[in-house]
């Protein structure tokens, strides 16, 4: 125990190995960013945006349950178990979108999806925490979801390519059968525990233990509770975003290269920007940085209503990009610093939960909306939403950052 250090430099070995697996958990994600929304159309025949975007609901409600039973479990059976039983669940997925026969097959396809992102994905940041301390937290954070997003990005950016090169299948989900092997390999053979880390952190901090976590971070204290809800709405805008934008693009007769490019370009810019907003939140107020980041969001989808050429949907997928980095790795660095570290996995695999149903509400959400209302309607509304909670954000946040220790 006395020789155990938390620190970005200290342990920068395990760190990077965090960080390539993360890298290889994004890239199962952005297999599905730009070609299921137009499998589902040329394949199989659906044109109903809301059975379109069953697909991100049933992921959206598997991840955000996996998300918190990660976090609960992380004490219990050891973190680096959960990672790797979460690389078991990917092994099958690229296989069954190559031989999907029906939609249902798609749909409990991202049933394993769900669970290896919530196993995966949860615990290598909780991980990655747990190894650098209080200092650089922000800056961990922002490092790791730029290797899951950035990855997101480009493998969005490469399925579209091969999917207007060779087909929707099976070419484009190739690359998920090499990062699922992959990720498995480097999580059982060089990633190690990171249990003991916490046990010497908790000598050291004085934070009073919340009551009952999952209640506190979702309702009860105020500055977690807002934290909570900005994140499900930012996930809920995402899950418009993942769903609607494909097929926005589709409908103006873009081609499936120039799909993918345009819906690279916002998680490439939330993944590349995460190195520099998640040092910001490390020095800056957390408050103001959700804030801001909300904003930006909300106008930015706003703006996609107006958006018919390539050069408006790339500057807005920027933008999109820019608000985003700002918010994603401060939620996590926020909530990791208002919490005991025996709880923190908790309270974070209980903000994720939160978070990520954003995906299966946004995806319930627009497809109606769209279905009954129009594309158009339906990403006005989201913006709107994503704005208001930016305000509830600066109206209910503790006015100062949450400081480490206090």
């Not at 020095?283 to 969001?297: A, E, N, T, V």
């Not at 299966?360 to 109606?368: D, E, N, R, S, V």
Request: charge should be positive; aromatic fraction near 14%; charged fraction near 10%.
């Amino acid at each position: 125990m006395k020789n155990i250090q938390q620190g970005l430099r200290e342990n920068w070995q395990q760190f990077s190995y965090l960080v390539i697996v993360n890298a290889f958990v994004g890239g199962m994600l952005g297999l599905e960013r730009t070609v299921l929304p137009q499998l589902a159309e040329q394949e199989f025949g659906i044109t109903s945006k809301t059975a379109i975007f069953s697909f991100i609901t049933t992921f959206g409600i598997t991840k955000a349950i996996c998300n918190y039973f990660t976090g609960k479990w992380a004490n219990v059976f050891g973190r680096k178990k959960l990672l790797v039983l979460g690389w078991f669940f990917a092994l099958p997925i690229p296989f069954m979108l190559i031989y999907a026969e029906s939609w249902t097959w798609i749909v409990l396809t991202n049933i394993l999806l769900g669970i290896n992102q919530g196993l995966t994905w949860s615990i290598a940041v909780v991980m990655k925490i747990d190894l650098v301390g209080d200092k650089n937290r922000g800056l961990a954070v922002g490092i790791n979801e730029f290797a899951g997003y950035l990855s997101v990005g480009i493998v969005a950016f490469l399925t579209g390519f091969l999917a207007e090169q060779y087909g929707v299948r099976p070419y484009p989900f190739y690359i998920g059968i090499l990062f699922s092997f992959l990720g498995l390999g480097i999580s059982i053979f060089k990633v190690k525990d990171t249990g003991h880390y916490v046990l010497k952190e908790t000598l050291l901090n004085n934070k009073v233990p919340l009551l009952h976590p999952f209640l506190d971070t979702s309702f009860r204290h105020k500055s977690l509770s807002s934290i909570t809800q900005a994140g499900l709405i930012n996930n809920l805008n995402d899950g418009m975003i993942w769903g609607l934008l494909p097929l926005l693009l589709f409908t103006q007769h873009f081609g499936s290269t120039t799909i993918g490019v345009i819906s690279a370009v916002y998680p490439s810019v939330w993944g590349i920007s995460q190195l520099f907003t998640g040092r910001l939140s490390d020095i800056y107020s957390k408050r103001l940085l959700l804030f801001w980041g909300m904003l930006i969001q909300g106008l930015a989808i706003m703006f996609l209503t107006w958006a018919f050429t390539f050069t408006h949907f790339i500057l807005i997928g920027v933008t999109l990009g820019l608000g985003t980095a700002l918010v994603y790795p401060t939620f996590l660095s926020s909530i990791a610093d208002y919490t005991n570290p025996t709880q923190r996995a908790e309270c974070l695999g209980t903000f994720r939960f939160w978070r990520d149903l954003g995906y299966a509400i946004g995806a319930l959400l627009t497809g109606t909306l769209a279905d009954a209302f129009g594309i158009n309607m339906s990403i006005t509304f989201i913006g709107v939403l994503t704005i208001i909670s930016g305000i509830i954000i600066l109206i209910r946040m503790d006015n100062q950052s949450a400081l480490p220790n206090s």
